[in-house]
């Protein structure tokens, strides 16, 4: 079985502008005469890679524990592209997804590798085809500087965002996904360890 890492080193991750990067605190040390090593850490919820509940942009929307599990555990297909995704390419995307995946439910969750960026056009079709997942490379799914509207299409649709991703080392295709994020009671998103397998 083949295992690609997807996810950030947490210390050393992207950030999104205006956010704060993660702080490592060294709270016990054994160089220091303490009797364990005890790291402490500080960081916002959707640094590195996270993913985005819908109450990030929806006030009234699911928090992180009221997202089904089963939106970021299972069968996942990787595409991809570069620049921005119209409803155009959304469409083709689907269908390959669609093509590749006879036999599982890939095209529920789609990943997108490359410098892409989500319109509001292609927010709808993915939306309106009722996707679990939507995961991307980029700190945001939209436009860094007016991500807003993609937002509230693809969360107020209940697609979760799986954001900052890294999928360079991974073939397009069909992949099983876990992107199970850590359960923050209350909270507008959170971070995960990501990782795709070839079974």
């Known amino acids: 079985m083949k295992i690609y890492d997807i996810s950030q080193e947490v210390f050393s991750c992207s ?110 079709v993915f939306a309106d085809n009722e996707i679990l997942l939507f995961g991307n490379e980029s700190q945001t799914v939209g436009p860094e500087d007016s991500p807003k509207e993609v937002h509230l299409i693809m969360l107020g649709a209940e697609v979760v965002l799986l954001e900052g991703i890294r999928l360079e080392e991974v073939p397009d295709g069909v992949h099983f996904l876990n992107a199970a994020p850590i359960n923050l009671g209350g909270s507008d998103g959170a971070p995960c360890r990501a990782i795709l397998m070839d079974m």
């Open 15 to 124: 950030v999104f502008p205006g956010d704060p990067p993660p702080e490592r605190i060294e709270m016990m040390k054994i160089s220091e005469g303490e009797i364990c090593n005890l790291t402490g850490l500080k960081m916002c919820a959707h640094n590195g890679t996270h993913v985005d509940a819908p109450y990030h942009f929806i006030d009234e929307g699911k928090t992180m524990e009221e997202v089904d599990l089963h939106r970021f555990v299972g069968y996942a297909y990787v595409t991809s592209h570069e620049g921005d995704i119209t409803a155009e390419d959304a469409r083709r995307i689907l269908k390959k997804a669609h093509g590749a995946s006879d036999e599982c439910d890939a095209y529920n969750r789609i990943l997108v590798k490359g410098k892409a960026t989500m319109t509001e056009d292609a927010a709808r």
